[in-house]
């Protein structure tokens, strides 16, 4: 498992080590989630519904798809 010590700034950013980034496909576009497990705080890449489909086949389950669809149509109203 990579360790990466990042600072926190005054107004709660952080940066994700470059090579994480890389390796998990995160970019400035991507939404990630920050949740809390197990009394720890994880960040997620966030999957919209298009990378369930074509080059990012098999990386999503049907519980994501599923609410991805519900937030897509959350947006809309």
Not at 15 to 24: A, D, G, N, S
Not at 26 to 44: F, P, Q
Not at 50 to 65: I, N, P
């Amino acid at each position: 498992m990579a360790s990466s010590e990042v600072v926190v700034t005054r107004k709660g950013q952080i940066t994700i080590p470059v090579k994480l980034r890389r390796k998990f496909g995160i970019d400035e576009s991507c939404k990630v989630e920050v949740v809390e497990e197990l009394g720890k705080i994880v960040i997620k890449k966030r999957l919209s519904i298009f990378d369930l489909a074509g080059s990012g086949a098999g990386k999503g389950t049907v519980d994501e798809l599923k609410r991805a669809l519900d937030e897509m149509r959350n947006e809309d109203e």
